[in-house]
């Protein structure tokens, strides 16, 4: 099987612009999880999509929003872009039938905000 | 929520030594453990996982062993290689949805 996917994988914006990344997860997975990856916070959990609805979510701040298609697909969103949300974005799929299942990352999209 | 800690933060050892990460968690419903290896660069790679029903599991190298009484579990990584040399994550969850927590990571150098 094909792994997990990310697009774009780097990204320069500039502040008070936004940013859509995307995640193509393995097939026949359901689940996507976004995180934040930082030298200093390390990895950090933004939010959780299974079939289309978004389950769980982290705690940062409303600028940052996703969302997931019915093929699984998923794309997150960060509006307004601020200096401190440059970070390595990170997607992980799973099958997550019932039981907890191993998560898959991808590549991850690495963003630099000027 | 959840909280896992994990140390230490930094570790070298010599080529062919054994290495010790240990993390520790809040929560006790917590009943899935999985450890990522991540190279400089790469993305984090599933190295080995544990459920609260097994004390112990080993695949080669590396054995992680889970004390559900004292919340913690802890990877074990013998016989030392270069190769070894990463940022490990621990993690815990719950199941049913969910998400993950993770360890801040521990570095990992392999010294010849």
């Known amino acids: 099987k094909a792994g997990v996917t990310q697009t774009p994988r780097y990204l320069i914006k500039t502040r008070g612009q936004q940013v859509t990344l995307s995640c193509s997860p393995i097939?026949?997975?359901?689940?996507v999880s976004w995180y934040q990856q930082t030298p200093g916070q390390g990895l950090q959990f933004l939010f959780e999509?299974?079939?289309?609805?978004?389950?769980n979510k982290g705690n940062f701040p409303g600028r940052f929003s996703g969302r997931q298609f019915s093929n699984s697909r998923s794309e997150m969103n960060v509006s307004t872009l601020e200096l401190g949300d440059s970070a390595l974005y990170l997607c992980?799929?799973?099958?997550?039938?019932?039981?907890?299942?191993?998560?898959?990352f991808g590549p991850g999209t690495r963003l630099l905000v000027l | 929520g959840e909280n896992v800690e994990q140390h230490p933060s930094t570790l070298s050892v010599q080529e062919g030594d054994s290495a010790v990460i240990k993390c520790t968690y809040s929560?006790?419903?917590?009943?899935?453990f999985p450890w990522y290896k991540q190279e400089l660069g790469k993305r984090p790679q599933l190295i080995i996982d544990?459920?609260?029903?097994?004390g112990e599991k080993k695949d080669q190298r590396i054995a992680v062993t889970l004390n559900k009484t004292a919340k913690h579990f802890s990877l074990h990584i013998t016989e030392t290689q270069p190769e070894d040399s990463a940022v490990y994550f621990c993690?815990?969850?719950?199941?049913?949805?969910?998400?993950?927590?993770f360890g801040p990571g521990t570095r990992l150098s392999v010294l010849p």
């Open positions: 544990i459920r609260s029903n097994v």
């Open positions: 097939s026949g997975h359901r689940s």
């Open positions: 999509y299974f079939s289309e609805t978004q389950r």
């Open positions: 992980a799929s799973s099958w997550l039938a019932g039981e907890r299942e191993t998560q898959y």
């Open positions: 929560d006790s419903a917590s009943n899935y």
């Open positions: 993690a815990a969850s719950l199941s049913y949805g969910q998400n993950f927590v």
